[in-house]
């Protein structure tokens, strides 16, 4: 095991309206203070009641999905928790992973795409 899921980040134009929509429907706490997470204008969190974190991610222009129409498709990302980021991203790489963002500096977290090119953040827990 490489790391351990933190959350599913969504994109979306309103992450408040999206972070309530998602606690109506599953329960749980909005933006619950986290140290994992700061939380402001483009980001808000939903920490559901089975342990399950939402996170909504503010997009600029913002396109919806439109379901099955493969020039829309579903929009969103896995955050993975991890121990060392170097470790980690070296054996994603190995597994067919492709850097996307390498943190420029940034020492919590960096951005891969899986084989397929959907994108997913190794965070230092």
């Given at each position: ?9 969504l ?34 969190t ?70 397929a ?9």
């Amino acid at each position: 095991m490489i790391g351990k899921l933190q959350c599913v980040v969504l994109d979306c134009a309103d992450v408040m309206e999206l972070a309530r929509f998602y606690a109506s429907l599953l329960g749980g706490e909005v933006n619950r203070p986290d140290p994992r997470w700061s939380l402001d204008d483009d980001w808000a969190t939903l920490h559901g009641d089975g342990g399950i974190v939402l996170v909504f991610q503010r997009v600029a222009e913002y396109r919806p999905p439109r379901w099955p129409d493969p020039a829309r498709p579903q929009q969103f990302h896995l955050d993975l928790g991890v121990a060392d980021l170097d470790r980690a991203g070296a054996e994603v790489l190995a597994l067919g992973a492709t850097l996307l963002d390498g943190g420029d500096g940034r020492r919590s977290w960096r951005v891969y795409a899986d084989p397929a090119g959907h994108p997913f953040c190794l965070v230092r827990d």
